[in-house]
């Protein structure tokens, strides 16, 4: 069967931390995918607030964002009360939209990689609009300080 291939960034900007509960484990007794889709998102919105904006405001007041695509890759199994740190890099900017890359570990073990395609969309318009300046310039500050 061909598999979709993530492979790791060189660099992640943004990292926060997460512990695996019980509606996080499937009956497989480890973390769900329908839980990573969770973890990841809440990763994403966390990255947003951190730079003092959100998926519903890149900054310009009218622009958020809307999920185009996702691929996730399972490197290793995560269990109950496991401390994971899910790392963020958001790279390949068009005038459209951007890549949101993921990688979450714990202690330094890869356990998978996420990469979500999101398109700049304009809410009061319902359509896709171009990223904002303020965006890009936000995100290239926080970056530096990292």
Same mark, same amino acid.
Do not use: C, K, M, S
């Given at each position: 069967m061909p598999r %979709? *291939?993530? $492979?790791?960034? @060189? !660099?992640? $900007?943004?990292?926060? @931390?997460?512990?695996? =509960? @019980? *509606? &996080? %484990?499937?009956? /497989? /007794? =480890?973390? /769900?995918? &329908? !839980?990573?889709v969770i973890l990841i998102g809440s990763a994403r919105a966390q990255m947003f607030h951190s730079m003092g904006l959100s998926e519903g405001d890149l900054g310009d007041g009218k622009t958020g964002i809307i999920m185009a695509d996702l691929v996730m890759n399972y490197r290793a199994e995560a269990f109950i009360f496991e401390q994971l740190d899910i790392a963020t890099h958001v790279g390949e900017m068009q005038p459209g939209g951007f890549r949101i890359f993921h990688r979450v570990t714990r202690d330094s073990k890869l356990i998978a990689l996420a990469e979500t395609g999101v398109m700049a969309f304009d809410y009061t318009k319902h359509r896709v609009a171009h990223v904002p300046d303020v965006f890009i310039e936000t995100l290239e500050k926080a970056c530096k300080q990292t």
């Open positions: %979709i *291939r993530l $492979e790791e960034q @060189p !660099a992640y $900007e943004f990292t926060f @931390p997460v512990t695996l =509960h @019980p *509606r &996080d %484990i499937n009956y /497989g /007794g =480890h973390l /769900g995918n &329908d !839980a990573l």
